[in-house]
Nanobody, 114 residues
Framework: VQLQASGGGLVQAGGSLRLSCAAS????????IGWYRQAPGKQRELVAV???????NYADSVKGRFTISRDNAKNTVYLQMNSLEPEDTAVYYC?????????WGRGTQVTVSS
């Protein structure tokens, strides 16, 4: 399983970005996919996760502002981020687990200016 995150950039506070996580392989539809982020000097934290069946969970800090979704036809998971805050500045990674192995995509930088 290979994951590739994209869509990061520089945005002003209050703005929006949409991240994409494209996955290779024919098993995408059965994978739970998560978005994590890591800010400088901080531990990596879970932002949102979507199950193979479409159930979602969010960190309290992003509830009501971020939306995770998936398009199995495109092997892609999205993270729509609205009302961005400077505290959202981090490198964002997508992640999955399959057959007791963990897979991480290369991160994409999100910078929110105040």
């Amino acid at each position: 399983v290979q994951l590739q995150a994209s869509g990061g950039g520089l945005v002003q506070a209050g703005g929006s970005l949409r991240l994409s996580c494209a996955a290779s392989g024919s098993i995408f539809s059965i994978l739970d996919i998560g978005w994590y982020r890591q800010a400088p000097g901080k531990q990596r934290e879970l932002v949102a996760v979507i199950s193979s069946g479409g159930s979602t969970n969010y960190a309290d800090s992003v509830k009501g502002r971020f939306t995770i979704s998936r398009d199995n036809a495109k092997n892609t998971v999205y993270l729509q981020m609205n009302s961005l805050e400077p505290e959202d500045t981090a490198v964002y990674y997508c992640h999955t687990r399959f057959a007791d192995r963990y897979y991480w995509g290369r991160g994409t930088q999100v910078t929110v200016s105040s």
